[in-house]
């Protein structure tokens, strides 16, 4: 009997075992495409990913680059003062989207062109992502409002 017990016992630890790990990668498995790394523009400059690669980039919309084409695909050049991408963009842009302001855009780089399927821009007048401030501190571009 005590040895019935103590083989119970141990069927059920691996059992729970074998769940756990099976849960794990499944979580892992489902979340591989949900986690997108930053890169800033000099990062993306130096080092492309692969063009299958979703990403999120991140920097100021570089003045004088913001064109409206037909229909509804847009086109700007985002910065972090190091290096300049070129974004195209089809969609409804943010309000707050603006020339010379911080965005963040969620796509993949395609011969040399970020192509966004999202783009965030700051939600109120002071706001700006960590990511893109610590992306233009580290250009030296980046200058706090008073």
Same mark, same amino acid.
């Given at each position: 009997?005590?040895?019935?017990?103590?083989?119970?016992?141990?069927?059920?630890?691996?059992? =729970?075992?074998? $769940?756990?790990?099976? /849960?794990?990668?499944?979580?892992?498995?489902?979340?591989?495409?949900?986690?997108?790394?930053?890169? =800033? %523009? /000099?990062?993306? =400059?130096?080092?492309?990913?692969?063009?299958?690669?979703?990403?999120?980039?991140?920097?100021?919309?570089?003045?004088?680059?913001?064109?409206?084409?037909?229909? &509804?695909?847009?086109?700007?050049?985002?910065?972090?003062?190091? =290096? /300049?991408? %070129?974004?195209? +963009? /089809?969609?409804?842009?943010?309000?707050?989207?603006?020339?010379?302001?911080?965005?963040?855009?969620?796509?993949?780089?395609?011969?040399?062109?970020?192509? $966004?399927? &999202?783009?965030?821009?700051?939600?109120? &007048?002071?706001?700006?992502? *960590?990511?893109?401030?610590?992306?233009?501190?580290?250009?030296?571009? +980046? *200058?706090?409002?008073?």
């Amino acid at each position: 009997m005590k040895g019935l017990k103590k083989k119970r016992r141990i069927q059920i630890i691996a059992l =729970a075992v074998v $769940a756990l790990t099976l /849960s794990t990668a499944l979580i892992g498995y489902a979340m591989r495409d949900g986690i997108n790394f930053f890169i =800033a %523009p /000099s990062q993306l =400059a130096e080092n492309p990913p692969a063009p299958d690669q979703v990403f999120r980039i991140g920097g100021l919309v570089e003045p004088g680059t913001l064109i409206r084409g037909q229909g &509804e695909t847009i086109r700007f050049n985002v910065t972090d003062g190091g =290096a /300049s991408i %070129p974004v195209t +963009y /089809s969609g409804v842009l943010p309000d707050l989207f603006n020339e010379g302001e911080g965005m963040v855009g969620t796509g993949r780089l395609v011969d040399g062109v970020f192509q $966004a399927r &999202e783009i965030l821009a700051r939600h109120d &007048e002071t706001y700006m992502p *960590k990511e893109v401030i610590d992306a233009l501190k580290e250009q030296g571009v +980046y *200058k706090p409002d008073a």
